[in-house]
């Protein structure tokens, strides 16, 4: 159960490195990061618009480059 202070980190590989799709994983405080989607589709004629809905003070985004 999430409780005031604890991180909620986002990752969400668009990179399709290892699959032919993206996928989006979920993580609290120091816990091992699940994915809850594994099928975000990568060649797709509708654009993809990225929302934080969670922001607030200390809240940040960090776009990391493709390795």
Known sequence: ????????????????????????????NSEPAETVFDDIALSSSMHMMPVVCMGGDGSRVRVCPAC
């Open 1 to 28: 159960m999430l409780k005031e202070g604890d991180y909620v980190h986002i990752e969400v590989d668009l990179r399709g490195l290892h699959l032919p799709f993206g996928t989006l994983a979920v993580a609290i």
